[in-house]
């Protein structure tokens, strides 16, 4: 079971620094490695904290978080940056992109934080051009426009590429068709998962858009598989 | 895309806020090297006022004011020496050369200073320079006068020229029956015989003849023929400059001079009044030094504090990279290498800056101070300071880059702002 699971996560337990009454517990929540999961909640149900946990940015008090079969709790906070930049990619809302550097900069990033990952990439670049014409973005805008130039679509598209450089073995997606029109939602999801199937990543999508639900593999709301409470901040 | 590079991109893409920070520190640098080629040329000028002379004597006073009135032209002799002091001392086996000075005449706002023809060997500046004739030569008749480079420049003569001496200093009286004629211009030394008017010690003689205490004898004109037959040997000199046989005697003859008998007498060695006159006159330099090291400090500042109030808006640019991998410590590096980054930029600036005001004011401070700054390569000083000024860069970035850490670990890869 173990080893077929891109993520697993047991009897986590999760309180912030300082604030006790922000606790996350979650007994029990398994992805299946190749599947596309889509996790469902509303604002403030506490799925950027479990982002966060599974990134390994945050660590639980208890329990078990394990990526591709790594347990990243036992991990000390640079391994867990390392891991998170070796075995993870990470697409979010909109503002994906560094602003002031190219889109195919922006792809590359990644790999600077990850030597294994660049190293099976081999031709960084070549890959890099490969995706973006996989993801219907023409190649110059690609190596000499600022990412801030580039429309809003565009830029998603740019950090679908950016996650799946080195084909990473778990795609984290935070709300990423929120800032689209329902018309590019549907185009953007496609070139995803198509994307996903290519390079043999776990796909986990956060969003609170149940009208996806049936494209996905499984759906798992928040509310089924963990306890989140959320003090008034004093 | 290195971190460097990386960098170097966010810069420029806050080119406006970020040139403004770096012009700022390149001109503080500019402004601290300015300082100090101003004041190693002041302090070398200084010490290059005089060279090769072994002794100046003069009346029993402080040594420094012996030096002020005698090299420097500021302020009076309290006393003179007299003339048989003088051929006393000149009269040692020990003495080599010596040169009478006898000063308290003015032409205009410059000193006219009564001297012998050995005077133009036997003065030496900038370690051993001779002074040197732009036009004319020496004087040669008893009304002859040689001016310096800057009499000549503000007052417009020319060789051949008269020239009338006032008597005393900023005084109204005029030895006016008696002209001068330039007989010679010197050229630009960058001391004050450039702004000194030097005539014969027989001709500063000549027009008191009819002077006595101070004051014009009444209805007495001794003309000019008359004086030159006359012998017209001064009673007294102001200072005088002495060169010895061998430098191990020096402190012999100072020590004579020093306990001369029959008139309270002051010896001293140029360098050592010099070094002396230094100290007094290094405290404004200290000061200088200061106040232009305050200036690069409040530019770093300024670099800090324009850091600082870019973190806030750059949360999301380090959320995404603690996204892909980057640690905390990776941000506060970035932003270490940033304002590092500026630092170097703003040196070189500086150095561009520096040098490009030297070109230009060059000329100018030579001509109105007689300052010579060098257009050298960076002395291995001025290498330390900008060393110095980028490690201060590194080191006030701390304060915002720690500030970035702790917001990169409490933000991680979301931003709630």
């Known amino acids: 079971m173990l080893s077929n699971s891109a993520l697993s996560l047991t009897h986590v337990d999760f309180t912030w620094p300082g604030h006790p009454s922000f606790r996350l517990r979650l007994a029990d929540f398994h992805v299946v490695r190749g599947q596309k999961v889509l996790l469902l909640g509303e604002s403030g149900s506490g799925k950027s904290t479990l982002l966060s946990l599974i990134g390994g940015i945050l660590v639980p008090d208890s329990g078990c978080i394990s990526v591709d079969g790594h347990d990243v709790v036992r991990l000390s906070a640079p391994a867990r940056d390392l891991f998170r930049a070796e075995h993870i990619g990470v697409i979010f809302q909109q503002f994906n992109l560094l602003p002031y550097a190219t889109p195919l900069d922006n792809i590359l990033l990644p790999l600077r934080f990850a030597p294994m990952r660049r190293q099976r990439v081999g031709d960084a670049k070549k890959e890099a051009l490969r995706l973006t014409h996989a993801l219907g973005l023409p190649q110059d805008l690609i190596a000499h426009q600022q990412a801030g130039s580039l429309s809003v679509g565009q830029q998603q598209r740019v950090a679908v590429a950016r996650a799946l450089i080195g084909k990473p073995s778990l795609i984290m997606a935070d709300e990423p068709t929120s800032a689209l029109d329902a018309g590019s939602q549907s185009a953007f999801l496609d070139l995803l998962f198509q994307q996903c199937d290519e390079a043999g990543s776990t796909l986990l999508m956060v969003s609170h858009d149940d009208r996806l639900a049936a494209r996905f593999d499984q759906t798992v709301s928040m509310a089924e598989i963990a306890e989140f409470e959320r003090g008034r901040a004093t | ?417």
């Open chain 2, 1 to 417: 895309m290195s971190l460097l590079t990386l960098a170097f991109r966010s810069l420029l893409s806050r080119w406006i806020t970020v040139s403004l920070t770096v012009f700022a520190v390149a001109m503080s640098v500019a402004l601290f090297l300015a300082v100090e080629k101003v004041r190693i040329g002041a302090k070398a000028s200084f010490a290059d006022t005089i060279s090769d002379t072994d002794l100046i004597v003069g009346a029993r006073s402080g040594s420094v004011q012996l030096l002020l009135y005698s090299v420097f032209r500021i302020g009076n002799a309290t006393n003179n020496v007299t003339w048989q002091s003088y051929q006393d001392i000149a009269a040692r086996p020990e003495v080599d050369w010596i040169v009478p000075l006898s000063l308290g005449d003015s032409h205009r706002q410059f000193r006219v200073m009564g001297t012998t023809v050995e005077y133009f060997q036997r003065y030496k500046y900038r370690g051993g320079r001779s002074l040197a004739f732009a036009a004319g030569e020496r004087f040669d008749d008893m009304f002859d006068a040689v001016v310096g480079a800057d009499v000549a420049r503000e007052l417009g003569y020319q060789v051949g020229d008269p020239i009338i001496v006032s008597h005393g200093i900023a005084s109204f009286t005029e030895h006016d029956q008696l002209p001068f004629t330039i007989s010679g211009i010197l050229a630009k030394t960058g001391t004050p015989v450039d702004r000194t008017v030097t005539i014969s010690l027989e001709g500063l003689e000549a027009i008191h003849v009819d002077w006595r205490g101070g004051a014009k004898i009444p209805g007495q004109a001794t003309p000019a023929d008359t004086l030159r037959a006359m012998d017209l040997q001064p009673k007294a000199i102001t200072a005088a400059l002495i060169g010895v046989k061998s430098k191990l005697r020096v402190f012999q003859i100072q020590r004579a001079i020093n306990e001369y008998k029959e008139e309270p007498l002051l010896a001293i060695l140029p360098g050592v009044a010099l070094a002396e006159l230094w100290q007094i006159v290094g405290v404004a330099e200290t000061a200088l030094v200061g106040v232009s090291a305050l200036v690069v400090v409040t530019a770093l500042l300024g670099m800090a504090a324009m850091i600082f109030s870019g973190l806030n808006e750059r949360r999301r640019e380090m959320a995404i990279l603690r996204a892909m991998g980057a640690r905390p410590t990776t941000i506060m590096g970035l932003l270490m290498v940033e304002a590092t980054l500026m630092a170097v930029i703003g040196a070189l600036m500086g150095v561009v800056f520096l040098f490009i005001g030297l070109a230009i004011a060059r000329p100018y401070i030579d001509a109105e101070f007689g300052l010579y700054l060098p257009i050298a390569f960076l002395s291995s000083r001025e290498g330390w300071v900008l060393l110095a000024v980028i490690a201060a860069g590194a080191v006030t970035s701390l304060l915002p880059a720690w500030r970035a850490y702790r917001l990169s670990l409490a933000d991680g890869m979301t931003v709630k702002v």
